[in-house]
């Protein structure tokens, strides 16, 4: 067993081999720019590239012209939000997400308000999802887009997606989700979802760091964007710069990994995840935050009470790689603003560990997870009584 034990699968996940064996040529053997027409260097890496967005594609049940090849799930959650806004100023200013979304779209967010436009954001339940009478009610005449990210990304809580896409869908709103934690873990498939517009990344499921996707609708309504990066026009003038050609070949093995291996994939990592739990919710005063029946099979966000949150985590990534429920900087030690909108308190919140596992997590190691967080909650916990 290599230590630190390796379960915060959420943050990154390591390369699968068979996609690094995929990418290799195309750093010197097959080196050419996809944007080099007059070439074969240059038709050999297009070739490529072409290969990869039909296996993205076919992963997220996408026309292969839908997938904007991107720098990761960041930039495509940009892309998304901007480009709709600046697109749709005529019809609209006014934008409606939740209060539990990744930074990357509060932030983007936050932007589009220093913009002039209007962002409404949406509250949690205890459970971590919303309340679909309170989207409608949300929704006016000046509403251009809806953006709900599929998957929690700390508590790994499922959004209704086809519920909001059929409010989105009836009041004639675009719909945006962020599906970065979801792609890969679970079916998606944007047809059957009702999604419009929809960021993922290829680091989240076994594929490189560095390249990511948007899916953009072409049909049933055709979706335009502003492009936020300017240049040659390349992917079809949504996002100009030289293709990561290396990278986008690996997204596209690891998209077809995920598509062969998803299901059976899910199963195994459930079970070690339930596994986790059992062995670590004997102990008296703790809790799983989210949905424990709506939420990805591989996430596990736990509450230890009665145990100092900077300890615990001292005390655990010693042997094992896990996150923090906190998003904690040393000078400002902020709770997650996740755990806070479904209602934990300050100290509740601090105390909060993501267990994620992947791929290639083992019975052996969840069984040392569990004796190590049930001995250092215990040494925690016994400390603070003396």
């Known amino acids: 067993m290599k230590f630190p034990v390796y379960l915060d699968y959420n943050a990154t996940t390591p390369c699968d081999p068979r996609v690094v064996e995929a990418m290799v040529p195309y750093f010197s053997a097959h080196f050419g720019n996809a944007a080099s027409r007059s070439h074969a260097y240059g038709w050999e890496a297009e070739e490529a590239v072409d290969f990869a967005r039909e296996q993205v594609a076919k992963l997220i049940g996408s026309e ?23 697109t749709y100023s005529g019809k609209g200013n006014h934008i409606i997400t939740v209060s539990t979304e990744h930074k990357a779209v509060l932030d983007t967010c936050k932007r589009i308000e220093k913009q002039g436009g209007e962002v ?5 339940k205890n459970d971590g999802i919303i309340d679909l009478n309170d989207l409608e009610a949300a929704i006016k005449p000046e509403t251009i887009l809806i953006a709900v990210m599929f998957a929690n990304n700390e508590t790994g809580t499922l959004q209704p997606i086809r519920e909001i896409s059929a409010i989105a869908k009836k009041h004639g709103v675009l719909f945006f989700s962020d599906a970065t934690q979801a792609v890969g873990k679970i079916p998606v498939n944007v047809l059957e979802d009702g999604i419009d517009l929809m960021s993922f990344s290829a680091h989240k499921i076994y594929g490189p760091k560095g390249v990511g996707a ?55 990592i459930s079970q070690l995840r339930n596994k986790l739990e059992s062995g670590v919710l004997g102990l008296e005063d703790v809790s799983v935050n989210g949905s424990a029946e709506h939420r990805l099979p591989n996430v596990s966000n736990i509450s230890f009470g009665q145990a100092d949150g900077n300890a615990l985590m001292t005390g655990l990534n010693k042997t094992i790689a896990v996150s ?21 308190d300050d100290d509740r919140a601090h105390s909060s560990i993501r267990f994620s596992a992947g791929r290639f997590t083992t019975d ?17 916990r016994e400390t603070i009584l003396l």
Do not use: W
């Open 120 to 124: 409404t954001y949406l509250p949690v």
């Open 64 to 86: 292969p012209k839908e997938i904007v090849f991107t720098s990761g799930a960041t930039e495509a959650i940009n892309l998304a939000i901007k480009g709709v806004f600046e």
């Open 364 to 380: 052996e190691e969840i069984d040392y997870t569990i004796e190590h967080v049930l001995k250092t909650v215990k040494k925690l």
């Open 214 to 268: 948007l899916y953009v609708r072409r049909k049933n309504p055709r979706v335009r964007l502003t492009p936020q990066i300017d240049g040659g026009g390349h992917e079809r003038g949504m996002r100009s710069g030289t293709l990561n050609v290396p990278g986008i070949v690996g997204f596209g093995k690891a998209c077809e990994l995920c598509m062969n291996e998803m299901e059976a994939e899910s199963v195994k």
């Open 324 to 344: 923090s429920g906190s998003a904690c900087t040393s000078a400002s030690p902020e709770p997650s603003h996740v755990l806070k909108a479904l209602g934990l």
